[in-house]
């Protein structure tokens, strides 16, 4: 059982370029979310997804696209890259567990500077 | 809408008690959750208390929670030098907080173990 699996582990990109950061899960979890984490500002999240084929914005969405066609995948795009996206990457599942309590699983991260 | 604080940083003598503070604001939160990050990891579950709950002990952590003032404590006992990590307050509102059943994270307490 992998869990919460991210690639690349690190990244540098040049500005304007894009690239996806993927996150895949085996736990068959509904809800996947990806967050940024900048020293001092803790974790932000990014975009979220309750379910195959739906995604909505978090705090931070700006810049960046995902998608969800399968329960296991919710890859992120960066469509053109930016100084300021130089950041930590987490990607994190999680059963959808309304009033029942659900442990989110992380992945360990992506470190991405942008140059 | 919802808030996490926690001071960013406690310095504490090994052998000694850490006590990690953390003040939210949404008041139906259902849950609250200890995530431990150790240098460059992702985060993981350290321990959670439904909000119906004044306390939880396990082993050496103890959780306690002032439901009235909205303040969540996290006690290490006898702390190692391998409790040295960023300790993060998360609260989980059903039906929002970060989108359907998402956490709301705090900024992370970094947690310096002095021999």
């Known amino acids: 059982n992998a869990g919460v699996t991210q690639t690349p582990k690190f990244q540098v990109l040049k500005t304007g370029q894009s690239m996806t950061l993927q996150c895949a899960q085996d736990m068959n979890h509904e809800y996947m979310s990806w967050y940024r984490q900048d020293p001092g500002m803790g974790l932000r999240l990014i975009h979220y997804?309750?379910?195959?084929?739906?995604?909505d914005q978090g705090e931070v969405p700006n810049g960046y696209n995902v998608s969800r066609s399968t329960t296991e995948d919710f890859p992120l795009r960066l469509l053109s890259a930016a100084p300021s996206q130089t950041s930590v990457y987490f990607c994190a599942s999680r059963m959808t567990g309304g009033l029942s309590n659900t442990e989110a699983f992380f992945g360990q991260g992506t470190r991405l500077t942008v140059v | 809408g919802e808030d996490v604080e926690q001071s960013l940083f406690l310095s504490v003598r090994e052998g000694d008690s850490s006590v990690i503070n953390c003040t939210y604001t949404?008041?139906?939160?259902?849950?609250l959750y200890w995530y431990k990050q150790e240098p460059g990891a992702g985060l993981q579950l350290l321990t959670y208390i439904f909000s119906n709950m004044d306390m939880k002990q396990d082993q050496r952590l103890t959780v306690l929670l002032n439901k009235k003032d909205k303040h969540l404590s996290l006690r290490i006992a006898d702390t190692q030098t391998g409790d040295s990590a960023i300790y993060f307050c998360a609260e989980s509102v059903w039906g929002s907080g970060g989108g359907a059943d998402g956490l709301t994270f705090g900024k992370g307490t970094h947690l310096i173990i002095q021999p």
């Open positions: 997804s309750v379910g195959a084929g739906i995604t």
């Open positions: 949404d008041s139906s939160s259902t849950y």
